[in-house]
């Protein structure tokens, strides 16, 4: 259990510095391109970023070292799945929006106000009660019909955020936000129940369609996440995030996989992940637009002339 959580803290304190340096990343692509006049390039034609801008956010130094610090815990979050119930393991490393909130105000300039250092504060009372409340996991043994299951579910909601981002354009942040959190909790799922894993057998491992699931739901939910910073506030956006990458899997968790909760402590753990998930939504209702959001390229306005006495 105790390695369990250090590994999932690990990779909260990961994917929470990630995202901080992919927003600084995709703010300074903006701002680059909008001194360009690139307004045309950078934008769809409901307002949303192109791939093209968000491809050119993806090779700023910032934001390849935060997909690094991804990738990292992305491993670190599998191997958490593995050894703690899922309604635990994916709340903890939800809690990267406290990492993310603390960082975007050194590396962002975003000044909290006191309703999100509250939600916040929500956010880890309800981390206490959850490891307090946790207890063994589950086996992780699921009917084959599952794992197709989670393939064509994630194939759905991750062509469903593809398309949603494309004509929704800048109104789409919480909804990218949200559908790539439910992407990530695919992933946890997809950990959980993935065949050939222990034992090793590549073979039994390929033929998962829960390995592909896995691959789908990690390609378009970072792509969904680069838009939802490049658009969104990024508090906003990694609150939404956190929900959709802990309420599914938590209720999966226990209802198809066998996580449970120590005896006499399941409302504790109710408690906990209603708090947790009602604390995320708090951060993405009350937080403020970032400064330095970036608009959509047309809206970029030119300085007005100074008068000449």
């Given at each position: 259990m105790i390695i369990?959580l250090?590994?999932?803290v690990a990779?909260?304190?990961?994917y929470?510095t990630g995202?901080?340096?992919q927003?600084?990343?995709?703010?300074?692509?903006a701002?680059?391109?909008?001194a360009k006049?690139?307004?045309?390039?950078?934008?769809?034609?409901h307002g949303?970023?192109?791939?093209?801008?968000?491809a050119?956010?993806?090779?700023?130094?910032?934001?390849m070292?935060?997909?690094?610090?991804d990738?990292?815990?992305f491993?670190l979050g599998?191997?958490a799945?593995?050894m703690l119930?899922l309604?635990l393991?994916?709340t903890?490393?939800s809690a990267?929006l406290?990492?993310?909130?603390?960082l975007s105000?050194?590396?962002?300039g975003?000044?909290?106000?006191r309703?999100?250092?509250?939600?916040i504060?929500?956010?880890c009372a309800?981390?206490?009660?959850l490891?307090?409340?946790?207890?063994?996991?589950g086996?992780?043994?699921?009917?084959?019909?599952?794992h197709?299951?989670l393939?064509?579910?994630?194939?759905?909601?991750m062509?469903g955020?593809?398309i949603?981002?494309?004509?929704?354009?800048?109104?789409?942040?919480?909804?990218a936000?949200l559908l790539s959190g439910?992407?990530?909790g695919?992933?946890?799922?997809?950990v959980?129940i993935?065949?050939?894993?222990?034992p090793?057998?590549?073979?039994?491992m390929?033929?998962?369609?829960a390995?592909y699931?896995?691959f789908?739901?990690?390609?378009v939910?970072?792509?969904?996440h680069?838009v939802?910073?490049?658009?969104?506030?990024v508090n906003?956006?990694?609150?939404?995030?956190v929900?959709?990458e802990?309420v599914?899997p938590?209720i999966?968790g226990?209802v198809?996989?066998?996580d449970?909760?120590r005896?006499?402590?399941?409302?504790?753990?109710?408690?906990?992940?209603?708090?947790a998930v009602?604390?995320?939504?708090?951060v993405?209702?009350?937080g403020e637009?970032?400064a330095h959001?970036?608009?959509?390229a047309?809206d970029?306005?030119?300085?007005e002339?100074?008068?000449?006495?």
């Amino acid at each position: 259990m105790i390695i369990g959580l250090v590994t999932a803290v690990a990779a909260s304190a990961c994917y929470g510095t990630g995202s901080v340096l992919q927003a600084v990343g995709s703010r300074k692509s903006a701002q680059q391109e909008a001194a360009k006049g690139a307004s045309a390039a950078g934008t769809t034609q409901h307002g949303g970023p192109s791939l093209s801008s968000t491809a050119k956010a993806a090779v700023t130094w910032e934001f390849m070292v935060g997909t690094v610090l991804d990738f990292v815990g992305f491993a670190l979050g599998a191997l958490a799945a593995r050894m703690l119930p899922l309604f635990l393991s994916q709340t903890v490393i939800s809690a990267n929006l406290i990492v993310t909130a603390l960082l975007s105000v050194k590396l962002l300039g975003i000044r909290l106000n006191r309703k999100e250092w509250m939600s916040i504060g929500v956010v880890c009372a309800a981390l206490v009660l959850l490891a307090t409340a946790a207890g063994h996991e589950g086996s992780g043994e699921a009917a084959r019909s599952t794992h197709w299951w989670l393939l064509a579910i994630t194939v759905v909601l991750m062509g469903g955020g593809w398309i949603a981002v494309h004509f929704l354009g800048s109104k789409a942040a919480i909804l990218a936000g949200l559908l790539s959190g439910l992407g990530f909790g695919a992933i946890g799922v997809g950990v959980r129940i993935l065949d050939g894993i222990d034992p090793f057998d590549a073979p039994t491992m390929l033929a998962d369609p829960a390995l592909y699931a896995i691959f789908i739901a990690g390609g378009v939910g970072m792509y969904l996440h680069t838009v939802a910073l490049q658009i969104g506030s990024v508090n906003g956006a990694t609150a939404a995030l956190v929900v959709g990458e802990t309420v599914l899997p938590g209720i999966i968790g226990v209802v198809w996989l066998g996580d449970s909760s120590r005896e006499g402590f399941a409302w504790m753990a109710v408690l906990g992940f209603l708090l947790a998930v009602a604390g995320a939504v708090a951060v993405a209702w009350f937080g403020e637009p970032d400064a330095h959001s970036a608009a959509p390229a047309g809206d970029v306005k030119e300085p007005e002339p100074t008068a000449v006495s």
